[in-house]
């Protein structure tokens, strides 16, 4: 069974760092293109970024609201996928999600998602 | 980037068939797929492709597309239906980035 466990979570100020986990576990973790998806309270969901299996060049990509400020990584030695948070907005403010994503050439979709973890930015 | 738009509210009578739709300039060359979103639940993907279903999502859920506008469409809606539903797509401007529709609040009568 595929599951996807997101942690780091909380409520910090304007300007600050964070780092969000996801723990994964049911699937081969290595192999996987993985992305974060959030949604503010109340709002729907938007893409954050993504991160490519390793054997497919690693890379990442970000949404243009992110980009710069946030970073994905992952260590596949422990299952686990990263967001690193710098430079808090309060628009940032959203429960976080991981999720494994499904990248092919006319479709891109979310098989898989985690509970979400909620993140806070507020003075 | 891409835009996808969803109708916010939509509302059907137990038992009957209800579409909801998602149009966007993506759609034109890309699949959309779509999600189900219960209240303090992450979202579930109901529907991806062309007209796939995920293992363990009723028959009832289907999905088609015509220029750019996807449909997803419950046929004999069941009160567990009622939900927010969102459709995704890949980004038609040239990077690989993805993006959602801005849900619709599926509401069984």
């Known amino acids: 069974e595929v599951q996807l466990v997101e942690s780091g979570g909380n409520l910090i100020k304007p300007g600050e760092s964070l780092r969000l986990s996801c723990a994964a576990s049911?699937?081969?973790?290595?192999?996987?293109?993985m992305s974060w998806v959030r949604q503010a309270p109340g709002k729907g969901l938007e893409w954050v970024g993504r991160?490519?299996?390793?054997?497919?060049?690693?890379?990442?990509d970000y949404a243009a609201p992110v980009k710069g400020r946030f970073t994905i990584s992952r260590d596949d030695s422990k299952n686990t996928l990263y967001l690193q948070m710098n430079s808090l907005k309060i628009e940032d403010t959203a429960v976080y999600y991981c999720?494994?994503?499904?990248?092919?050439?006319?479709?891109?979709?979310?098989?898989?998602w985690g509970q979400g973890t909620l993140v806070t930015v507020s003075s | 980037s891409s835009e996808l738009t969803q109708d916010p509210a939509v509302s059907v009578a137990l038992g009957q068939t209800v579409r909801i739709t998602c149009q966007g300039d993506?759609?034109?060359?890309?699949?959309a797929s779509w999600y189900q979103q219960k209240p303090g639940q992450a979202p579930v993907l109901v529907i991806y492709?062309?007209?796939n279903r995920p293992s363990g999502i009723p028959d009832r859920f289907s999905g088609s597309s015509s220029g750019n506008t996807a449909s997803l469409t419950i046929t004999g809606a069941q009160a567990e239906d009622e939900a927010d539903y969102y459709c995704?797509?890949?980004?038609?401007?040239?990077?690989?980035?993805?993006?959602f529709g801005g849900g619709t609040k599926l509401t069984v009568l």
């Open positions: 999720t494994t994503g499904q990248d092919a050439a006319t479709i891109y979709y979310f098989d898989y």
């Open positions: 492709g062309k007209n």
């Open positions: 993506s759609l034109r060359s890309y699949y």
């Open positions: 995704n797509s890949r980004d038609s401007s040239g990077n690989p980035h993805v993006v």
């Open positions: 991160i490519k299996s390793k054997t497919d060049g690693g890379t990442t």
């Open positions: 049911g699937f081969t973790f290595s192999n996987a293109w």
